[in-house]
């Protein structure tokens, strides 16, 4: 592990960090890139953490047909701010006609950011023509602290652990979310 991140960019134990310039090298070839490139239909749907400095280091010019989360750490579950209260969730697409067309999807603010990953999978799926093979890559937030801190609604809490303010059973709850958005997936 740490070899290749030394060989990348010299992050061994961290990410690119907010308004930096860096992002992973293009020469760098990323899965989604030789999947595209033999018909899959390629996405993305969680955090993307290999710098966003350009659009060129972004999921859509790296490989994914779509791409559709946020970029830094410490994002919120529910307002996708930014410990600097900047927002981070944007969307993307990529066709070979229209280049790319990014959003920065204003309207998610108040929305568990595990329920818009899961409506964001039944409509890949759902559009998603069978005939093509698919790569879909999920690193999903749960259980990443979000604006600082773990956060799931009380709906993911277990029977036995429903005590919101136990960071155990807070982290249960997140793991509960995210369960849930891969077996959603799994059965579509």
């Not at 710098?51 to 919120?76: E, H, I, K």
């Not at 309207?107 to 568990?112: A, D, F, K």
Request: proline fraction near 5%; aromatic fraction near 14%.
């Amino acid at each position: 592990k740490q070899w290749y991140q030394r060989r990348v960019r010299g992050i061994q134990n961290d990410m690119f960090e907010i308004n930096t310039s860096d992002c992973l090298r293009e020469s760098e070839i990323l899965m989604p890139e030789p999947f595209r490139h033999n018909g899959y239909a390629t996405h993305l749907i969680g955090k993307w953490h290999i710098g966003y400095a350009r659009w060129d280091c972004m999921p859509c010019l790296r490989g994914f047909n779509s791409a559709y989360g946020y970029t830094q750490d410490g994002v919120g579950y529910l307002t996708h701010q930014t410990l600097q209260k900047w927002h981070d969730f944007y969307s993307c697409a990529y066709t070979e006609v229209d280049d790319i067309n990014v959003s920065t999807n204003p309207g998610t603010n108040g929305h568990y950011s595990m329920d818009l990953y899961n409506r964001q999978v039944y409509q890949i799926l759902d559009d998603h023509n069978p005939e093509q093979p698919i790569f879909l890559y999920l690193p999903l937030q749960s259980v990443h602290s979000g604006a600082g801190n773990y956060w799931a609604p009380e709906s993911f809490y277990s029977d036995w652990c429903r005590n919101t303010s136990n960071p155990r059973c807070t982290m249960q709850a997140m793991l509960n979310a995210a369960e849930d958005t891969l077996n959603h997936t799994i059965s579509k």
